[in-house]
């Protein structure tokens, strides 16, 4: 699964927003879990990532907007890493942003990361101006990221960066022979959900006036045993691609892969201690000219 495939995304996106609402409250709070499960998990590539920023940024950013910052992953990891710094949350989700501000306060840092409510579809907030925006596993959802960008750009000061990050792919957890008959399991999920390759940020920074900085992969591969996160986080993302798989894998398949996200079960990933964690992201970075 290419999270950057745009038009895919944008209109998964736009179709959560039309759903019925207990469908789409629903839906918007497990992937709050996994966000949440993501950011737990993931935490020291978080950390190499926003200390990579802060060698980029040609002085210390103490303005910084996260896009589409959901439960709030980017948005405390920056007011951590910078602590001079307040961090405007932008989310079109009431629920992200209420995670976001529950998240904050109990860090002790609710008057540095602050939620503003907002469609990026309908227009551009007014932030004021930012030393830092960051995006991460949201660009792909807007309807237009290029006109979003190009606001982007005027918040920025001259020097200012944009560092944009997608997922090149879901993660994976499982061995390839994860004891339930069906060697090579995740793979075919994973193959059967694959979108056409995405094309990469680079263009749309050039076209909204950013010089490139910087493009970077962050492999990340955290072998077993894994904290009890891990085991969350794997069932909530197979539970997600699981509802996206109906008619698209032999019944042998799907009826594996429901042993392995069931809650109990010998096979499920809840009690395995086999999981590993592999996945890449990539982030490009522009600097307003
Ligand atoms: C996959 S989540 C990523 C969240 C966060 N950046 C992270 O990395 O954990 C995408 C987020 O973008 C938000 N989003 C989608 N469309 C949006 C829009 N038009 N305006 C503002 N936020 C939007 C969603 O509500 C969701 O919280």
Request: glycine share 10%; net charge negative.
């Amino acid at each position: 699964m290419n999270s950057h495939a745009t038009p895919t995304a944008a209109a998964r996106t736009a179709a959560t927003r039309t759903a019925a609402p207990d469908t789409a409250a629903a839906t918007e709070a497990a992937m709050a879990e996994i966000l949440e499960l993501d950011a737990e998990v993931l935490e020291a590539y978080l950390s190499e990532l926003t200390t990579w920023l802060g060698e980029l940024s040609d002085r210390e950013p103490v303005r910084i907007v996260d896009l589409g910052s959901g439960t709030g992953t980017g948005a405390i990891a920056l007011a951590r890493r910078f602590p001079r710094a307040g961090v405007s949350a932008v989310d079109v989700s009431p629920q992200m942003l209420h995670r976001l501000s529950a998240k904050a306060s109990g860090l002790g840092l609710a008057d540095r990361v602050r939620g503003v409510q907002a469609d990026l579809d309908q227009g551009w907030p007014d932030l004021g101006g930012g030393d830092l925006v960051w995006a991460a596993a949201a660009l792909h959802h807007l309807a237009d990221p290029g006109r979003v960008l190009s606001h982007v750009f005027d918040a920025l000061r001259p020097g200012g960066l944009l560092a944009v990050t997608e997922m090149d792919f879901f993660p994976r957890f499982l061995p390839e022979d994860a004891g339930v008959g069906r060697p090579g399991l995740e793979a075919r999920l994973h193959d059967a959900l694959k979108g056409a390759p995405a094309p990469g940020w680079t263009d749309h920074l050039v076209r909204a006036g950013f010089t490139p900085e910087a493009e970077r992969p962050f492999v990340i591969d955290l072998p077993a045993p894994l904290p009890g996160a891990t085991a969350r986080y794997a069932q909530a993302c197979l539970r997600k691609l699981r509802s996206h798989l109906d008619g698209q894998l032999p019944a042998d398949d799907l009826a594996a892969l429901d042993a392995v996200t069931d809650d109990e079960g010998p096979h499920s990933v809840l009690r395995r201690g086999d999981l590993t964690v592999r996945t890449t992201r990539t982030t490009w970075v522009g600097r307003r000219p």
